[in-house]
């Protein structure tokens, strides 16, 4: 199984809705991943991988379902996809507001399954990206010794260089060499571009509530895929 491949790990499906996903999955070069319990995914070390969990949601699930998600926000960029025959509102609208999941009525949506499960792995590659791009912004962060930080500080408050060994009370070539390295550390060319970075890393991007619109959507109106892969 690899890294590269996108991964649906599947929970509590009956016989027909895995024979209908192990189908799908294997169309598109998915790596399907059956699983007993919410507890066997928690266990797993490759839950680091994008790709969507595809799981049945009833009243023998509910009670553990939100405790799994919440475990899985901190470690895991997959998306989830419940499949559920009525399911209670409020156990809805609190997945939702915690993670990037989508509801299915079942099986009276079944026709939405595919353009859901490839929006999900889409949602959850973008999810990946930004934790990777956050790591390396705080690797990148990290290298700024203390008086690079004091100096990037001044800086980010648009303070010129005279301005800046006035306060520090060093002299205008050292701010000059700090900044200098400022930008070589951080990969940047400029004041803005460092803001940007910095914003990021201490503010983190925005986490949407959901990833896919509840638009009603009929058989007919569904896209018709040729080319098979979800990304």
Not at 13 to 33: C, G, H, K, N, P
Not at 84 to 93: G, N
Not at 168 to 182: G, S
Not at 217 to 227: F, G, I, K, L, R
Request: proline residues 4%; contains cysteine; positive net charge.
């Amino acid at each position: 199984m690899s890294d590269s491949r996108l991964v649906a790990f599947c929970i509590g499906l009956d016989i027909a809705v895995s024979a209908e996903a192990t189908s799908l999955f294997s169309r598109y070069a998915v790596d399907m991943v059956p699983l007993a319990s919410w507890e066997a995914l928690l266990a797993r070390a490759d839950v680091t991988r994008a790709g969507c969990i595809l799981a049945t949601l009833n009243s023998q699930s509910d009670s553990g379902v939100v405790q799994a998600i919440a475990d899985l926000q901190n470690r895991s960029p997959l998306s989830t996809i419940f499949l559920a025959a009525s399911p209670a509102t409020r156990l809805i609208v609190q997945l939702l507001r915690m993670a990037p999941v989508e509801v299915l009525d079942w099986p009276v949506e079944a026709h939405r399954l595919e353009s859901v499960v490839a929006e999900a792995c889409r949602d959850s590659i973008a999810r990946q990206t930004e934790a990777a791009q956050s790591n390396a912004m705080a690797v990148r962060v990290s290298q700024l010794r203390r008086e690079e930080l004091d100096v990037l500080d001044l800086m980010l408050r648009g303070k010129l260089n005279k301005n800046i060994a006035s306060t520090l009370n060093i002299a205008l070539r050292t701010v000059e060499a700090r900044r200098k390295r400022i930008f070589t550390k951080l990969g940047t060319r400029s004041v803005a571009e460092i803001a940007v970075i910095m914003r990021q890393f201490r503010e983190g991007a925005p986490r949407k509530p959901h990833f896919l619109s509840r638009q009603a959507t009929t058989p007919s109106a569904q896209p018709v895929v040729t080319q098979r892969k979800f990304v």
